[in-house]
């Protein structure tokens, strides 16, 4: 292909050109997908996530970025299920930490970083988790967090505490280890 057949190439399809790169480096770094999942599958499932990313870097003026959920250093595959997409800011200061390990590290008052919708939504996704496997679901404690739920929900302005998290989390168990 010539240079300006290329060029128009990549910005007629740039969601697919920046899954393909994204490959690319994940591989570059030791990067996995599932077994018996041919590559180009892998990389066509992540073609919207990648769109997602820059429709949100363009809609807010902030970039975002897709990152892995385990890392592939700490042996995450490079499959959708194990991507997110993310503020750069939380991505920078997330590193090589699992989602597990960020929530750990705000309910032990460890994160240095800001509460973002990233947080909030690991906070939710194991809050919910919880609450679901209580046994006991009018107990005060469950209800607490389903209200706590229930605002981060529905009000996109409200923006919790790490103070307010880690209330929530050890007020419906008291020694939390998250799973």
Known sequence: M????????RLKHY????????????RDRGARVPE??????VVTATIPIYREARELSRATGERWEVDHIVPIQRG??????????????FNS??????NDEVLEAVIAGEWQHDIGPEVLKIAK?????????????DSLEALAAQGFLH???????YQPSIETI???FERLQGNLTVH
């Open 36 to 41: 018996g999942t041919p590559i180009v599958d």
């Open 166 to 168: 880690q209330a929530v």
């Open 2 to 9: 010539k240079r300006k057949q290329m060029r128009n190439y």
């Open 93 to 98: 200061a997330k590193r090589r930490l699992t």
């Open 151 to 157: 605002r981060v929900e529905t009000d996109p302005t």
């Open 76 to 89: 995450g595959l490079h499959a959708v299920h194990n991507l997110q997409v993310v503020r750069r800011s």
């Open 125 to 137: 996704d194991h809050l919910v988790e919880l609450v679901d496997d209580r046994e006991e679901q």
């Open 15 to 26: 969601d697919a050109t920046a899954a393909w790169s994204a490959w690319n480096s994940a």
